[in-house]
């Protein structure tokens, strides 16, 4: 279980350095931040409906 958490997190961890790299240099900084954020707030949303279920 915890060898696919892992593996989950280092995938979603390379894709999100690679938009961030494509995002800060195409839109610039700002934005970037900003669908991080999004990113975040989306996550924790699927955290707490995953978790109530």
Known sequence: MFGV???A???T???GMGLAGVLGGAA???PALCVHAAGLIVAGIMVLTC???
């Open 5 to 7: 958490l892992g593996s």
């Open 28 to 30: 610039g900084v700002v």
């Open 13 to 15: 961890a390379l894709g």
């Open 51 to 53: 978790a109530h279920a």
């Open 9 to 11: 997190h280092a995938a």
